[in-house]
């Protein structure tokens, strides 16, 4: 689904290297996720649905940095 806010915080992940290779999400949300480009924010942004974020992120957490 894209999402579309013109009044929003968005922020990046603690873990980001600060190399402008990143995604901001925004919170609270109601049941969403929004995410988009750090290096064009004012670009396309996606929502995704809170369980889907949340596999999404438990994933990720979970990798053993293996490549796929």
């Known amino acids: 689904m894209q999402y579309e806010a013109t009044e929003s915080v968005w922020r990046r992940s603690s873990y980001s290297s600060g ?14 996720v929004p995410v988009r480009d750090s290096k064009n924010p004012g670009g396309p942004r996606l929502a995704f649905g809170s369980g889907a974020w949340t596999s999404f992120v438990a994933a990720l957490r979970a990798d053993d940095g293996s490549e796929v």
Do not use: L
């Open 19 to 32: 190399n402008g290779q990143c995604v901001e999400v925004r919170d609270n949300a109601p049941g969403a």
